[in-house]
């Protein structure tokens, strides 16, 4: 853009960031996510480390920990930009991509697993391969639902939330009623699995699941113009020249896919991508995507890894997540609302 | 020139629009009148391919709205729906910077912002660029969309009841603005108009719509005669002799 450094007159620009100050700001805000996120990450490798400083011993045991790192990395990643996308393209900012039944698809699996091979059921799902086929099933329903709903001649979003929302709560019933018919041993292993939590991740799974969030990552990043026009709604975005349908279901195929793979991971995390979106929007001052993907998914780290950093350190009950991401997350987004009285 | 031949669209049994055939000649202000529900809207959004038609062919410049590619139609046609809303926080330059969108995919150049900054300066938003789209009135985020579809700089451009939500100052200056865009550029606007008084001074042509149907299509002078008017709108319409041009009264209904 033209930019005329030192002339009284501010130039005139459309720019996301149409001031020197916006600019400023936003690289700020950047700057201190990104240094708050090298910070814990330091912390979640140094500290508690029985080992001296610098010894092979202190290393490997950093390098073990490290796995847990990078799943944190790519679940802040996934959940982050997923949430953001689909927030654009169903046009509201308080829904989450989990609402679509991805996570009572995945407790559904979980249970059936448990309920027909008791508690042999938790490792019959452990693996690539399995790992895997969640991802596609997961993908293949919201694929399935999106083709069918959104193919038509009226094809409508909002049925299609619907009934994301009507099947959703249909499986979490039905695993509801094999979790009562668990013997209580066997269900507190399932329970275990169907918290949010980084030790449910396994290290053999990251080779795949990282070139498959990067993939969907790097797809939605090179779409955020496109992205942006589709913010402005179905019409907008037609007479702009958008194939608008065509858009819809290619990002919430992409958001399927991140969202899959960051609950195969570490299993349901319902509340981190809506709470790190709202919280990415406030940070990054602007609405133009390029500038929201990467804020929402240092903010992503910096959630997911400090939560892990309290309860691993703070309240020694590691790895489960989600408890503290949602009650700490409540009272911070209620903190937004009150105190600015919009999202 | 935008040819409608034989256009459908069916609701229900009873809700129908068509088989409309019109023409509307390319330059100046076409304004299409009429009745609530009598498919005003309908006919301007299925123009602007905003809406599909269940038949019939509509050509816009020898362009087939259904067939063209719709990023070739965005640097042909703009349109612009009655009610828009963002949810996105945009400026209102943000929002107008959309407009080149079809041009520039998004990578805005020093002459995106040449057409940005025309479209702002000639709908009168100059200082108010800087503002966010929900900090304005209804009227000035109005102006703010008519300006978005302005700076698309399209030879046809359609608006569905632009002067919604503004006072007579902005309703009048939108007009006149309109009016310069259509004699100054060439432009052929569509718009869809609510007040007839408004249509009859600044359309070139008027195209009254009634029951789904186009009923009478021609310029303001035939249009605006008492039998017309009243016919048109099923309510008695007198028109006087006022001092810039015609002037329909209908206040007392009897």
């Known amino acids: ?63 073990l920990r490290t796995t847990g790192v990078i799943v944190m ?21 308080i829904l989450t991509p989990s609402i679509m039944g991805f996570e009572a698809l995945y407790v559904a699996v979980q249970t059936t ?58 499986l979490g019933s039905v695993s509801a009623f094999m979790q009562r018919l668990l013997t ?4 507190d292993v399932l329970s275990a699995r169907l918290f949010g939590s980084v030790s449910n991740a396994d290290a053999a799974l990251l080779p795949v699941a990282v070139p498959l969030a990067a993939v969907a990552l790097v797809l939605l990043w090179s779409r955020s113009r496109r992205l942006n026009v589709v913010a402005l709604g179905r019409d907008a975005a037609t007479a702009l020249g958008l194939r608008h349908r065509r858009e819809l ?21 319902t509340f981190l991508g809506f709470l790190v979106a ?9 609405a133009d995507h390029r500038y929201v993907f990467p804020v929402v998914a240092l903010t992503g780290f910096v959630v997911l890894a400090g939560a892990y950093v309290v309860m691993k350190h703070v309240f020694d009950a590691q790895g489960v997540v989600s408890i503290i991401i949602e009650f700490v997350g409540g009272a911070v987004f209620l903190l937004i609302l009150l105190r600015k009285g919009r999202l | 020139m935008i040819t409608l031949t ?3 669209k069916h609701y229900s049994s009873e809700v129908a629009i068509g088989p409309v055939s019109v023409i509307l000649p390319a330059g100046g202000i076409t304004a299409l009148v009429g009745p609530n529900g009598a498919g005003k809207s309908t006919l301007l959004t299925m123009i602007g391919r905003l809406l599909g038609t269940d038949a019939g062919t509509i050509e816009v410049g020898g362009h087939d709205v259904a067939k063209t590619p719709s990023r070739d139609l965005a640097k042909l046609l703009a349109v612009l729906r009655q009610e828009n809303h963002v949810v996105a926080r945009l400026t209102v330059r943000q929002l107008v910077g959309f407009g080149r969108f079809p041009h520039s995919k998004g990578r805005l150049t020093a002459a995106d912002e040449a057409h940005i900054s025309d479209a702002i300066d000639f709908l009168g938003l100059t200082d108010l660029e800087g503002r966010y789209l929900d900090e304005l009135s209804g009227g000035q985020r109005q102006r703010a969309y008519v300006a978005m579809v302005l700076a698309q700089d399209t030879d046809y451009v359609l608006l569905d009841e632009p002067l919604n ?40 042509h008027i195209c009254a719509v009634k029951g789904g149907a186009v009923v009478r299509s021609g310029p303001p002078a035939e249009i605006m005669t008492d039998a017309v008017l009243t016919e048109i709108f099923d309510t008695p319409v007198r028109v006087i002799d006022g001092p810039d041009g015609p002037l329909a009264v209908y206040y007392r209904g009897d």
């Open chain 2, 6 to 8: 034989d256009v459908r």
């Open chain 1, 278 to 286: 709202t919280l990415a929007y406030q940070f990054a001052g602007t």
């Open chain 1, 184 to 187: 209580p041993s066997e269900f």
């Open chain 1, 113 to 170: 697993a448990v309920y027909v091979l008791g508690t042999a059921g938790v490792l019959a799902l452990q693996g690539v391969g399995q790992f895997l086929l969640q991802v596609a099933l997961m993908v293949g329903f919201a694929l399935l639902l999106y083709g069918w709903l959104l193919s038509g001649r009226r094809g409508d979003l909002q049925v299609t939330l619907l009934v994301g929302i009507v099947i959703g709560g249909g």
């Open chain 1, 73 to 93: 990395a790519v679940v802040a990643c996934c959940q982050g930009v997923g949430t953001v996308a689909f927030q654009t393209v169903t046009e509201n900012r």
């Open chain 1, 1 to 63: 853009m033209a930019e005329l450094a030192g002339t009284a007159r501010p130039t005139r620009t459309a720019h996301a960031l149409p001031t020197r100050r916006a600019r400023r700001r936003y690289a700020l805000t950047v700057g201190i996510l990104a240094v708050t996120a090298i910070a814990i990450t330091v912390v979640l490798l140094a500290w508690d480390n029985p080992m001296p400083f610098g010894s092979a011993g202190f290393l490997r045991i950093a390098e």
């Open chain 1, 249 to 269: 279901i290619l990002t919430l195929t992409l958001v399927s896919v991140l969202m899959a793979v960051s609950t195969a991971l570490v299993g349901p995390l």
């Open chain 2, 165 to 204: 939500n503004l006072d007579m100052k902005h309703a009048v200056d939108t007009m006149r603005h309109l009016r310069r865009a259509a004699t100054e550029l060439g432009k052929t606007i569509v718009i869809v108009l609510h007040d007839i008084n408004f249509a009859g001074h600044y359309a070139d």
